[in-house]
């Protein structure tokens, strides 16, 4: 049965929140397809999903405020860099419940009405739309083409509120997601490359499945834990890849408050029917406190969670997990690597 899922591997979110003016501005955003279709929806939402660096700007669940979206469309384009906006042939409008425009309200999350629009694997979505607001969710570190037009011509900006997802309507075997921070999101990989570790695993393991990518810079295990919109966006997935601890570690947590945080989320999952691959807490630049509490909970992981992936088998030095071989934030050739051994990993839970 045809239903809508996400068809890009990019990751985008509401990491953190910006102020504007509450005057109009016109903003685009550009999506890789990864399998493509002839049916798209998007989807928004208005609360910041995870903790935004020291958490001294924004917090997991904090609420945006009231701000207006209009004049949605979206278009379709072989390609797209990150420093020029490429120009559709054409676009086709996007509606709210049929209307041209949306006030949303803080803590809303929202589709928009269903685009009729034929994209093929590889080509990128043109997302293009007016915002109007004064606290606006965005995606600050976001690593994929976004740009705001201004002075007459289009400028680079992590500063419009993004959609959280790019969904199509197709048939797919099995929905996977990988939920993650910074690492699982890409930084590290070149920008735009689609290179990152859960990209080179989604393109071996096939357009079979639908691959959804839930990481966000910055976030904590303890976000995850809260259970509200980020970890809300699993919940419809059949297979989750969790990836998470880093931030924690680096913040000064406690191993033991990591691992029960680790394992709430997993059980959250679980219990509603989701099949949940626990990956280590990846090798990172730790101070040596944190690379203690880092190995206290790789082997809480490793111990307590059948089907585990130790990704410190391929990504340290002789097991040191404060010793990286390809850089805390993993590079394409690391991401490869990660990538490619992950994906025989969750090939054996798709039968």
């Known amino acids: 049965m045809r239903t809508f899922v996400s068809d890009t591997l990019a990751a985008s979110a509401d990491q953190t929140y910006f102020k504007s003016d509450n005057q109009k501005h016109l903003c685009r955003i550009y999506y890789k397809v990864f399998a493509g279709g002839d049916e798209y929806r998007f989807m928004f939402g208005n609360t910041v999903d995870s903790t935004f660096a020291d958490g001294s700007y924004s917090v997991a669940n904090m609420l945006c405020g009231e701000w207006q979206i209009s004049d949605a469309r979206v278009g379709v384009v072989p390609r797209c860099g990150m420093e020029n906006p490429a120009e559709p042939t054409s676009f086709t409008d996007i509606l709210f419940e049929g209307a041209e425009y949306k006030n949303i309200l803080p803590g809303e999350r929202f589709f928009t009405d269903t685009v009729k629009i034929k994209a093929e694997s590889g080509e990128y979505l043109c997302v293009e739309y007016s915002f109007k607001g004064k606290k606006l969710p965005c995606h600050q570190e976001i690593i994929i083409p976004t740009f705001i037009y201004e002075n007459g011509g289009w400028s680079r900006t992590p500063y419009i509120p993004v959609p959280l997802t790019a969904q ?89 408050d990591i691992c029960k945080d680790i394992t709430r989320v997993a059980g959250i999952l679980e219990n509603l029917g989701i099949r949940v691959i626990v990956q280590t807490a990846p090798p990172f630049e730790y101070p040596p406190s944190a690379a203690e509490n880092c190995k206290k909970v790789n082997e809480y992981i490793k111990n307590t969670f059948f089907g585990c992936f130790d990704n410190t088998r391929f990504l340290c030095e002789g097991g040191d997990v404060a010793a990286p071989v390809f850089g805390g934030h993993p590079h394409d050739e690391g991401c490869a690597v990660w990538g490619e051994n992950i994906a025989l990993h969750i090939k054996e839970y798709l039968a």
């Open 168 to 256: 199509v309507k197709r048939e797919v075997r099995k929905r996977i997601c990988f939920l993650g921070d910074s690492i699982t999101q890409g930084i590290g990989a070149t920008h735009n490359s689609y290179s990152w570790w859960c990209a080179v695993a989604a393109e071996k393991l096939g357009r079979e499945y639908s691959f959804y990518n839930l990481g966000i810079g910055s976030a904590r295990a303890s976000d995850a834990a809260s259970d509200s919109v980020w970890l809300e966006r699993a919940k419809n997935q059949d297979i989750c890849v969790i990836c998470l601890g880093t931030n924690d570690l680096l913040h000064g947590r406690s191993a033991l």
